[in-house]
């Protein structure tokens, strides 16, 4: 069992299993924003430790990418699964009379999730033989990663429910065919860490998925289309949710209406199915980057979603934190650039 890091501040993450390399710029992201001098130990490529003074739970509600979480408990060979499983003291951290279930993600090829599962129930038990198992209402879940030959133990009392389904695009009351899904306009959101209570600006808001997502984690929005279809499209499906926002604004992106935002998060329009007034989408680019200089401060971030097709140049005040690429169809591959403004 390693125990290098102090146990009170050690918190476990599982990524999603998307092949790319958006789940682990996210959690760096989120864990950015709730703690920078959080100390991230990649122990497989869907499995992190982290050591940072934060709830886990923040990531967990935020995070598109991020599958579970929680309080790390203990690491061990799966050879010395059933010791390390029968003597570890879960009294320590889960309350004697509390609901809890077992939960085994098995990144392995061998079938060992019910033994597992059924192992720590057990072990849970003998320890608190007052605590109660419930599926359905948990107070706490205890969370089980087999991975190479690894048992990772971990502890939560949060159960992901991020409502992508309820949110679909054909589920709104406004659509077009250029909508972003909720998955990835979350991640965008998290990308260019902003935090709960500040402004996230998003200039080519179309249907407004950005903003949904945004508004959805306690940010407050700003939206601009030079669309005025689109900006009434954008209010309706805001009021669908119940959300509010600072206000969505028919204006030309390329002349921004705002004097200051916290961070942005936009997709250029690109395509037959998009709107850009006759520019092209390399000019729509540069000039918008040229524009963000005026409102986005020092130190904050700008992510933009673009066609990988276009080359990214004339950056000015901002310097490129990470790239990303998103595989859509044969013609069509997004990059997603997060911006620093230096």
Not at 136 to 155: A, C, R, S, T
Not at 222 to 235: E, F, Y
Request: proline letters at 4%.
């Amino acid at each position: 069992m390693e125990t290098s890091l102090p146990e009170s501040r050690r918190k476990f993450f599982l990524l999603s299993g998307e092949r790319s390399t958006l789940p682990q710029a996210e959690l760096r992201a989120l864990v950015e924003v709730y703690d920078c001098k959080a100390r991230l130990e990649k122990i497989h490529n869907r499995v992190f430790i982290v050591e940072g003074r934060f709830s886990p739970d923040a990531i967990l509600k935020r995070g598109a990418y991020i599958n579970a979480g929680g309080l790390f408990l203990s690491h061990c060979k799966m050879e010395d699964m059933e010791r390390n499983i029968n003597s570890f003291a879960f009294e320590n951290f889960i309350e004697g009379s509390v609901a809890f279930s077992a939960s085994v993600y098995n990144l392995s090829h061998e079938p060992l999730s019910e033994k597992v599962e059924v192992m720590v129930g057990s072990a849970v038990k003998r320890r608190l033989p007052n605590a109660r198992v419930s599926l359905k209402k948990p107070q706490k879940i205890v969370i089980g990663i087999i991975f190479e030959n690894n048992l990772l133990i971990g502890v939560s009392d949060y159960m992901s429910k991020k409502g992508w389904g309820s949110r679909r695009p054909r589920t709104r009351p406004f659509f077009h065919p250029s909508v972003l899904y909720p998955k990835f306009a979350r991640v965008l959101v998290n990308l260019s860490r902003v935090r709960e209570g500040e402004v996230l600006l998003d200039p080519f808001c179309g249907t407004g998925s950005i903003l949904i997502e945004a508004s959805l984690i306690g940010t407050k929005t700003v939206g601009i289309d030079i669309s005025m279809k689109m900006c009434r499209g954008t209010m309706y499906n805001l009021r669908h949710y119940g959300l509010e926002t600072l206000g969505v604004i028919n204006s030309d992106s390329l002349r921004l209406p705002v004097r200051h935002t916290d961070a942005m998060a936009t997709d250029i329009p690109y395509g037959r199915c998009s709107s850009s007034k006759g520019l092209k989408t390399k000019d729509l680019l540069k000039e918008l980057i040229s524009q963000a200089r005026d409102v986005v401060p020092r130190g904050r971030y700008c992510v933009i979603v673009y066609p990988k097709a276009i080359e990214l140049d004339s950056l000015e005040s901002f310097n490129v934190k990470e790239d990303h690429e998103v595989y859509v169809h044969r013609k069509l591959t997004r990059a997603v650039t997060v911006l620093v403004r230096r």
